[in-house]
């Protein structure tokens, strides 16, 4: 096998391009390859005269399959209860029903195409289903927001988490892209996939299903109640996402250790995708085989980080409270990313000192800015907006301009500068104009600020130990990005993956 970094390709250029100098740099003749693999694709666009991709490949001159994985049995058995059908979920039932244990997956929300349906009618109704909307259903949080599967968590799981989207059916460039991307249209027939095989496998999987209380007695939980009913379980997995607030609450009331953290909250930006595109490919904008133009920014002031996060490119911003009454706004796009506009959060760190010290003190800043939020849009659930000149120069936006803001149920013009304090305003100010000096065009007046992004990440985490064990009860395993584990959906899997792992070594498998 030989393997091959750096080899060099113009967007417009064929794939056939990629295998000849490939080949050729490699001294072997392309007539004689017989195995091929594009390993990693990324896009070099720092010089606006010379963009191209570099490509990491594997090639040899006799045939290859990659072997199959085969997962080893555990050697006793037991039952366990998954709680949440997010990525963290969704990938530790898969697995555990691979090593052969026995697993019962439950999630408050609707399977996918039904939990659509109730985004849908939220948006043209205005009535909020608490149980099933954005933030909870069947897929997770992710899967209204673009299926973005980049990720700081690197290593064989990570890996994994790919390889089991590319065989429930995900877009086969996630394979080898730098930045990869399902699509939230594409994303919900993966989820249902993945559901199938559970089923198939032996798990039972049960809809409109909640967690609503345990019991725990000489550290292990006793007993759970799923609605009204009492259940006995070996294990219990608590994958629930960051915004089943109630669980926390439960949990505190039953002497679960858990900790407040730091998280980040702001708002949605957008600007016409088109100018993006300029800003980072120059004359080669629109350029044949080029992609839609993403970014991630850092700044900092005051102490205080301030960065860019799940950028959306031809994207929407999404309506995504799970209670009545608030505002909060997500990005999703499809996989095609066609939209007008392109968006992303544009948040700003808040520690202790915002919220306090209390246990919940993050939990209640967030809903108190939601809460926010909806007042200044008008209380009808449209969101507040305003543009980016008018934020920065303090005053309210009386009309827009090129930027037409996507958020489907429409927006409200207020002053976003009554939303946060004058210090964490003066971090995103700051942000606004700093960034714009590594991308041309960011502080653009007409650019639209919609808020409130505030459900970045959990402003709780569940305490566990290395065997991923919560430190309160030796069968209660905190998981996935609800309980602070994890960050995307990557991430997310990956922890659900190595939950899985810790479970079936404590029921005798052998690695």
Known sequence: MIKLSNVKIKPFEEDRALLEKSAKKAGVKVADVKYFKLVKKSLDARDKSNIF??????????????????????????????????????????????????????????????????????????????????????????????????????????????????????????????????????????????????????????????????????????????????RVFDEIVLAVGHSARDVYYMLERHGVQMESKDFAVGFRIEHLQSNINLSQYGKFANGKGMPVADYKLVSNHNGRGVFTFCMCPGGYVMPSASESETIVTNGMSNFLRDGENSNSAIICQVTKNDFGSSLFGGLEFQKNLEKKAFNLG????????????????GKTSNSFGKVNPSYPMGVSKANLNELFSEDINSSIKYAITDMAKRLKGFDDYDAVLTG??????????????????SVSASNLYPCGEGC????????????????????????????
């Open 484 to 511: 602070g584990y994890a960050g995307g959906i990557t991430s997310a899997g990956a922890d659900g993956k190595k939950v899985a792992k810790a479970i079936a070594l404590k029921y005798g498998m052998e690695f």
């Open 378 to 393: 008008g209380c009808d659930y449209k969101a507040p907006s305003m543009l980016v000149g008018d934020y920065l120069s």
């Open 452 to 469: 409130v992004e505030s459900r970045t990440s959990s402003p709780i985490r569940v305490l566990r130990g290395e065997n991923y064990q």
């Open 53 to 230: 991709y570099s490509c990491s490949v594997e090639l040899s001159t006799r045939e290859y399959k990659k072997p199959l994985k085969v997962y080893n049995k555990v050697k006793k058995q037991g039952e366990v209860l998954v709680v949440g059908m997010g990525p963290a979920g969704l990938f530790c039932a898969l697995d555990l029903l691979r090593y052969g244990l026995k697993v019962t997956l439950i999630e408050r929300g609707k399977a996918v195409d039904e939990r659509s349906q109730s985004v849908d009618s939220f948006i043209a109704t205005r009535v909020l289903d608490s149980e099933c909307n954005i933030q909870f259903g069947e897929g997770g949080a992710g899967a209204f927001s673009d299926g973005k599967l980049n990720t700081g968590v690197g290593g064989l799981t990570a890996r994994e988490v790919i390889d089991d989207f590319l065989l429930f059916g995900a877009p086969s460039e996630i394979d080898y892209l730098q930045k990869p991307h399902i699509g939230s249209d594409k994303l919900k027939g993966v989820v249902k996939n993945i559901r199938n095989e559970i089923i198939r496998l032996g798990g039972e999987v049960f809809f409109s299903t909640k967690l609503s209380d345990i019991e725990i007695a000489n550290g292990k939980v006793k007993s759970v109640t799923i609605g009204n009913e009492k």
